[in-house]
């Protein structure tokens, strides 16, 4: 009997090859199951889905959108907008993708399991209409879930909303008491005035400093849980009009920092350099991060801030409202002479007079702006090799450091130095290109 040969005969193997092409390409287009692509974490994220297609996209990433905007996922959908505002969603989020899955994210705002950081989106021109939807909504929803006590102080207010929060806090039984500015207090403008009363009809003690130099701080602690910061005051001017920071912070030992500094200022009466020093916990870990906190004047904030710039070694970048303080300006000039890439953005206002550091370091040729917000640019931030934000009330400025009542952190977390790098970029872009006044 013959033997069967070996080898398939040629047409056999040619309608093979056709049939498994035909197969890969139908594959490869998702006629058999979803189609996705992962974001890699920390880069804008492309979501693929193919046409009538659901699915679960299991991803960590950075979404970037336009403020306010909702993000739509279609068929082959690409996220992306200017100006920048980053949401990091942490832990993993999940975006059901049917053929138009839509997704809406807080604008300005990054979360992690113990943190929430939010910024501001003031608009050229600005408009009543656009008065809604910020930092003052979130700060309300804080408020309301107060059960027991709230301790306030902010230099500067007048949220009506926020005043009534406050006032509706007190009817379920929480404790609220409030320290603040005497400048504030008196101040005859209508809008103080009516966000006081508010407080004073639901006999809310308000505390004033009575002295020059300014209670700058603005933070707000609910049960001895957790902390809202930054250099954001209760103001509807400083919500939609100026470029402004918030961090709400869930962590007892932090709180406890803070009510202990309120209490000097309400209990004890004590304000700027007459507050004794120290707080339970000015060094501390939240979440496996490190954490640094310090208060003006007692804790002489500013060399705690030369501490940490002089060990930058890739890059420093800052936004100032007000930077004159010749020794941290000093230490990032020498940094910026060490090869370390400097680059920052000072408010317009005062930039240009001979007590700003914006000048000298202009004369070292460092990468550094005025701001073009035609309002006011107000952080106080620095930050430094991508991982480590310096930021709170506390302007750049020896006022600040030996008069004022202030408050900082030192947050050494690669994430929440992302958040603030793109508020930074896009402080950055606003002050190469100017809106008109």
Known sequence: MARRPNSTPPIRNIILFILLAIVLYLYREGFFGPSQTVPTPGQPTEVTVTPAVSGIITATAEVTVTPGAAVTVTSTAE?????????????????????????????????????????????????????????????????????????????????????????????????????????????????????????????????????????????????????????????????????????????????????????KMFVQHKFGPNKPAGVPHPVLTIGGIHVENYFAAEDKVASHIIAQLKQAKQSIHFLAFSFTDDAIGDVVIERAKAGVQVAGVFENTGSSTKFSEFGRMKAEDLDVLQDGNPYLMHHKVFIIDNRQVIFGSFNFSNNADRDNDENLLIVNDPQLAAAFEAEFQQVRQVALNPSKK
């Not at 301790?151 to 404790?175: C, K, S």
């Not at 403008?189 to 009809?201: E, M, P, R, T, V």
């Not at 700058?216 to 902390?227: E, I, Q, R, S, T």
């Open 79 to 263: 996220v992306t907008a200017t100006p920048i505002t980053v949401v990091t969603v942490t832990p993993v989020v999940e975006v059901t993708a049917t053929p138009v899955a839509a997704v809406t994210v807080a604008p300005s705002e990054t979360t992690a399991p113990w943190y929430e950081v939010y910024f501001t989106t003031p608009r050229y021109p600005d408009k009543p209409e656009y008065h809604h939807g910020s930092l003052d909504e979130h700060l309300v929803e804080f408020i309301n879930t107060a059960t027991q006590t709230i301790d306030l102080a902010d230099y500067d207010f007048d949220l009506e909303n926020v005043a009534t929060a406050l006032a509706q806090a007190t009817q379920r039984g929480v404790r609220v008491r409030m320290v603040t500015d005497t400048d504030t207090l008196t101040n005859k403008n209508a809008a103080i005035q009516k966000a006081f009363g508010i407080l004073k009809q639901a006999n809310i003690p308000i505390l004033d400093d009575k002295r020059g130099p300014i209670m700058h701080n603005k933070f707000l602690v609910v049960d001895n849980l957790a902390v809202w910061t930054g250099s954001w005051n209760f103001t509807d001017g400083d919500t939609y009009r100026l470029n402004n920071n918030a961090i709400k912070i869930m962590s007892p030992e932090l709180a406890q920092n803070y009510t202990v500094e309120f209490e």
